[in-house]
Each structure stands twice: as C-alpha cells, then as structure tokens.
C-alpha cells in the first residue's frame, strides 16, 4: 500500500491570493534590482495565464524591483520555444515543462549545489549523470480512466468489473448501445498521450526497463506488447468506438466534451480533476485505474508535475534560481501549484473532492508509479513521433506499420 499522500480535512487554500514569506538567497533582491525575469509557462484549461500571473505577482511583491515576465509557447512545445529563443540569441531565464537529457542537458543550469533540490519530487529518478537540471513541484499520475456515472447506470455497467482490455473494449460496446460516444479524444497532443496512458501502464509494469532497453537496441515496439495496445486501439476506430472527427477538437473541446455528457469514458491524468471540480462536475465522475492486458493493478504512469529547469544562457542566473527556490519550496506557491492542476506532494494536503480523493485511493493502492526519466527517458521528439505514428491509425494505417515506424524513427535518431 501506498500512504504517503494524505489528504486534509478543512486546510484552506487560496492559490491567487497568497502572502508568502519567501526566503531569500544572500543579496539576491539587491543584485535583482530592476530585473526582468522570463519564464516560459505550461498553459492549460486549469493553468491560465491569469493564474500564473497572479502566482508569480506573490515572488514579486517579496522581491521589489524583479518583474516575471510569462514567455508563451502557442502552438509549440516549451522545448521548441526555448530552442527557437536561444537560435535567435535572446535567451529566456526559465523554462517548464522540459525534461533535460544527456543530449540537452548542457542548455541548462546545474542546480546540483543547491542543497534544496535534494528534497524536490523525484528529483534523483530525473537526475541526469547523477546531476539535478529540473526540479518539480509534485507528481502527477496519468494511467486514470474517468467516466460518467450517469452513462455507466444506464448501460447497466459496474466500473469495478472492468480490469482487463477484453473487458474495456466490451464495456465500449454497451456503452455505444446505450446511445453514448464511448472514449473521448481528442487531436493536438492528446491521441498520442492517451496511447502512453493506457499502454506503457500495462508494458512497463511487466517490464520497467523497458524504455532503457529500447535506448540500447534491445527491445523494439514491433516485437512488444505495445504492437497489442496499438491493435485494441485500432479496433476501437473500426468499431466507433473513438470518434474519427475528435482529431479536429483541442484539449480543451475534448475535456469540455466530457465534462457535458458528450461521452462516457475519458482517459486523462490526474490533472483532469480540478477541471471537473471547476465545473462542479466532480459528484457525477467516476475513476478507475487503467485495465491491462497483465498484472491489474498495474503500476501508475507517473510524472513530475511543474518541472522547472533554469535557461544556461539566463543572463539573470542567480536570480533565475532564487525564483525556482521559490517556485519548488516555499508551501504556499507548492499548495497553489498543487491544488491549481491535481497534483500530489508528499507532506503537502489540500482540500479534496469527491473525484479527487477517488483518484487519491488509486495511487494508494498503486504498486509503483512509472517514471520515464534517466536511463528511461525515451529519445527526444519521441512524443511528437508517437502522437502523429497513434493518429495515423484514424487514416488507414495498420497497428504493425505503426510499430514498425515507431521503431524506423527511433532508430533514425542514432
């Protein structure tokens, strides 16, 4: 059993209105006077700009004379944002949501002196050569099928009955009977990620290292379970199952699709939660952990959640890292962050709906979370490779193409 996460009773949190007492680094306001720091942001559905903004404005008001400036990335990826930025010679000082690797970890700051780091979340799992180069505000965990109640009641179905993919795919079918869009999806990122979430639940709970094994040649996605998600997926396609027009919807469309009653299961993160807590939808949600074609339960595809890392060619350095401190630290920007997108911290409790306590007893139960990071973090562009290999399947190709290309392309890469 896993009971490191707890969950408070009557902790209030305010994550926009916060007055926080930041400790700071020797000297580091006085050598920030005037300073402009630029941080590019993960936006979302629940992490808005008006929500960073009013967060980052607390960092503020304890540090005069420092303004954060939120960088965007429309519709590229942080990493290509930072690239297309430090290409140009106008480099940001921060960035989220990049996972450094043995490749890229020279573009960022070692934060390895920094005795605090130590105490982040999965900060050795996302060491690189033994060195910190992100740190993170919590976990996420993304192997979560939510589904509507109502949907479930009236197709006659038990979510708890549902453990194994022959049982998923069944329950797609009286659900499709009943009247309803079975799984909701969705086009941008999202096709690909749902694939991750189901897949690597069930292939790297019988096999951890098999990202690593990848990496060195001697595991291949053709000859893998993956080759059997990708045939359930596309049979789910060929039955209706998945909705072939839901690749011209956006994550939000998608989610907010759910949220309406548009369709019965939704295969998303933990992250999901505050959006149905949002829309005062939570009471009428389910949750069950990801069915396999193995062990059940099987282990939670995890991450690390507000992954900060600080921008080598920051020309604000140390104040770049004095504002990561804070970030990944202090306990009011931590429970903010936290209670903002449905992510957990050891230590950290807030306020929980009935959905999110749910999602709670899932990780308790859970017997690993899977981390793809070190030896397991997968080549980069591997996730933009997959998403579009996954939306191939909805325009003719086959599960085996798929696979075969996955692995041509992983192999392409050196």
């Known amino acids: 059993m896993r009971t490191m996460w707890r969950r408070a009773c009557g902790l ?13 680094g020797g000297g580091s306001d006085q050598a920030a006077e005037g300073t402009t720091l630029r941080v590019i942001v993960n936006i979302t559905p629940n992490l808005t700009e008006k929500y960073w903004n009013d967060l980052f404005a607390t960092y503020e008001k304890a540090h005069p004379g420092v303004t954060v400036k939120l960088e965007l990335t429309g519709t590229i990826s942080a990493d290509a944002k930072l ?65 509507d109640k109502a949907a479930f009641k009236k197709a006659g179905l038990d979510a708890t009955g549902i453990k194994t993919m022959d049982q998923f795919t069944a329950a797609m079918g009286e659900l499709k009977d009943a009247g309803y869009k079975p799984l909701q999806t969705a086009g941008q990122w999202v ?20 990202t690593a094994k990848r990496n060195r040649g ?58 149905a807590d949002a829309a005062k939808k939570s009471d009428d949600i389910g949750v069950f952990t990801m069915p396999t074609d193995g062990t059940y339960p099987s282990g939670q595809f995890g991450n690390i959640s507000n992954p ?33 997108d449905g992510n957990l911290r050891e230590g950290f409790t807030y306020p929980m709906s009935s959905l999110g306590t749910s999602v709670q007893k899932i990780l308790d139960k859970a017997p690993s979370v899977l981390v793809k990071s070190g ?3 997968p080549i980069a562009g591997f996730s933009d490779e997959l998403n579009k290999q996954v939306q191939s399947l ?3 190709a086959s599960p085996q193409a798929v696979a075969d290309g996955l692995d041509k392309w992983w192999n392409s890469q050196g």
């Open 12 to 24: 209030t949190v305010a994550p926009l209105v916060m007055a926080s007492a930041v400790a700071c």
């Open 83 to 147: 690239r297309q930025d430090l290409a140009a010679g106008d480099p940001p000082d921060v960035a989220q949501q990049i996972t450094p690797t043995a490749d890229t970890a020279s573009l960022f700051a070692d934060l390895s002196d920094q005795a605090w780091t130590a105490k982040t979340p999965l900060a050795d799992q996302y060491a690189v050569d033994g060195k910190h180069y992100v740190v993170g505000v919590g976990e996420q965990i993304q192997s979560l099928v939510f589904y």
């Open 191 to 210: 096709t690909g990620s749902q694939f991750s979430m189901m897949a690597d639940a069930g292939v790297l709970t019988e096999d951890p290292k098999w």
């Open 218 to 275: 001697k595991a291949s996605f053709a000859d893998s379970g993956y080759l059997s998600y990708l045939r359930t997926y596309k049979k789910w396609i060929d039955q209706g199952y998945l909705d072939k027009s839901a690749l011209g919807l956006t994550y939000a469309d998608g989610q907010t699709a759910f949220l309406n009653g548009k369709s019965a299961m939704y295969i998303m993160g933990s992250f999901f939660v505050p959006a």
């Open 308 to 340: 900060y890392t600080v921008v080598n060619k920051s020309r604000h350095k140390a104040e770049a890292i004095e504002f990561v401190k804070w970030a990944t630290t202090d306990p009011q920007a931590i429970k903010s962050q936290l209670a903002s």
């Open 375 to 377: 030896d397991s973090q």
């Open 394 to 396: 909805y325009t003719g």
